[in-house]
């Protein structure tokens, strides 16, 4: 299982916009063979953030979803981000 997780940063006046941009990335990607999750949600707390949470079930698949092209979108500029890659090697109940 890989894990995509972290955050962006856009001014908090472009959030809604970024998010409405990206929208259709959200329903291509849960459609993509190998996608167990994936979202792009505003941070309740920090108007600016956004949080960025995806799960692949190899490397193989997120690969083939980032090289799989898709539209140009006009997006607002990501001001920051920290978004890092997890390889999980076991599953389990909280």
């Keep these: 299982m890989i894990i995509v997780a972290g955050w962006i940063r856009v001014d908090a006046a472009e959030r809604d916009r970024y998010l409405a941009a990206v929208a259709d990335v959200t329903r291509q990607a849960r459609a993509a063979p190998g996608c167990a999750d994936f979202v792009q949600a ?53």
Excluded: Q
């Design 42 to 94: 505003p941070d309740p707390l920090d108007p600016e953030r956004i949080v960025i949470l995806e799960r692949w079930e190899s490397d193989d698949a997120l690969l083939a979803f980032r090289n799989s092209g898709g539209p140009d979108l006009e997006v607002p500029e990501v001001r920051g981000a920290e978004v890092r890659k997890y390889r999980i090697s076991a599953v389990e109940a909280p």
